[in-house]
């Protein structure tokens, strides 16, 4: 079925959000805003049926995770992994002193307590862990990107399908719900056809552009640096590499891997595109020459063929470290036909557009240069 406004109407649901983006479609150009909330979970659970996890890698994201994940009625945390002593300090300070604490994921994966593992390193420690997580018994959810490397990823797939463990990558645009909405906004023809994507992260200050904070202890005596480096280049202890380890392309996949991974996971989700057919891109280090080796700065253009889920469009995708503008962080505007759908992070806003059936005459066109007998006739 073509998606154009007829449609939509058809299609409108009961839905708020719905609802309030249905009003915008009698006028042209009017914006509507969609509130969105949170998603609750609406499984029961018994007071005895408990989900233990475990967290490997105490970060930044880690946090997060965790304290949302505990939100769940029934979940618990048992275990936390990390090579910093000072974040195992910091987990028993937030998290109980009952936590059990090791710098070695491997003592958490043998524990029998521990159900499932939330993986929170490094992208390049993502493989290997997730592989051994699921091999041990565990489910994982695991962040993105799923893994440093494309032809890594073969080995978490098999070892999904060998164990039988539910296995999910943390790229939550995949479940926000305003991209959901948007999701449901564009099957049911708001804005047309869909013909171009133009997706932005933008990032002004230094820990946008990932220098994040150093602790004062960090020394060879307080983090496994060896065991950081993994399978990457040996390098003597550094804490820059440690705790900004997405400045280097060793232990990060860089601003595309990173940030770029977000902006296709929505665009994806969205339309149920699984990949662009072409990518042209350009990147360079405009700003921050701090020593790291990734780019600050990167444009992509991609096309999407035609797929019985959706017809071919184009995506125009940015990420921008350097940004003077300070509006940040991520955007997606989907461009129809007849309207756009603008997307930022758990909100979204609709414009529609009114097409003239017929095509009209005047403002910038031929007309006013035709003679005043040929204007007459035309006007008839
Ligand atoms: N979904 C999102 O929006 C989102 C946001 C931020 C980060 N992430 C992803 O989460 C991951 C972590 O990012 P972060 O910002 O929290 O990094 P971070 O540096 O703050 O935390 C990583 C932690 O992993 C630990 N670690 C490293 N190697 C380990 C190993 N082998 N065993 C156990 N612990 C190990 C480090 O000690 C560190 O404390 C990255 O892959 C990143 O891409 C996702």
Redesign the pocket.
Known sequence: MRNNRRNFIKNIGGSMALLAVGNAVSASGITNTSTASTLHSKIKVAANDKIRIGL??????????TNTALKVPGVELVAV????KG?LEGAKETWGNQIFTT???RELLARKDVDAVL????????Q??AIDSMRAGKHVYC???MVQKIEQGWGVINAQKETGKVFQV???MASSVGILEAKRLLAAGAIGELTMVESYCDRSDARGAWN?SIPTDASPET??FD??L?TAPKVPFEAKH?????NYGAY??GAA??LI??LLTGIHTVTGAVGPEKIMSIADLKLWKDGRDSFDIINAVMNYKTTEKHAAFHVVTRVNLTDGEGKGPFGIKLIGTEGVIESFGNGLVVKTLKRRAVPGYGGYDSFDSFSNKQKEEFKK
């Open positions: 490997i890698g105490s970060g930044i994201i880690g946090h997060f995770d992994c990390d090579l910093y974040r710098q070695d994921y993986i929170c390193t490094p992208d390049h420690w993502h290997r862990i962040e993105k990107p943390g790229s939550q994040y983090i496994d065991t950081f993994g440690f705790f900004r380890w997405r990060g996949t891997g990173d991974v977000h």
